[in-house]
């Protein structure tokens, strides 16, 4: 099982994150946190690295049904979602599959969130063209 559900846009990255974020929108989720890996690494390490958003997308209402089911699924939380640069004009697009994030988790339940959660985002996936 992979762990993780992906497209590549021909787009710029600019683009790209702004066509994710509407699609995340669209089924419900809000970004609680954008971690700029490029800017990141390059104030860390002085290194350079190609354009690379993590945007943390939370869909409250099933975040709150988790938690409700399982107090430490929090760990876990939000579902992380990847824009890359690939190429000129060329970006990836990768959100975590929640069913291979949660397999270590034994409560049936919760499982039926994660399919729930894994079926919106790969909406959105196959909204940007996946």
Do not use: H, W
Not at 32 to 58: N, P, S
Not at 69 to 76: F, P, Y
Request: glycine share 6%.
């Amino acid at each position: 099982m992979t762990y993780y559900i992906s497209t590549t846009l021909q787009a710029s990255f600019e683009d790209a994150l702004a066509r994710t974020e509407q699609a995340l929108s669209e089924e419900g989720f809000g970004v609680v946190t954008r971690i700029d890996m490029r800017e990141t690494l390059k104030q860390k390490l002085g290194v350079d690295f190609r354009a690379y958003t993590i945007l943390g997308a939370c869909n409250p209402r099933a975040a709150y049904e988790a938690l409700q089911i399982e107090d430490k699924v929090g760990t876990m939380l939000p579902c992380n979602v990847v824009v890359q640069q690939q190429g000129e004009n060329e970006v990836e697009v990768a959100a975590i599959d929640p069913l291979a994030s949660m397999q270590a988790i034994d409560n049936g339940k919760l499982k039926a969130a994660a399919e729930d959660i894994r079926t919106k985002l790969s909406r959105v996936i196959r909204a940007l063209g996946g």
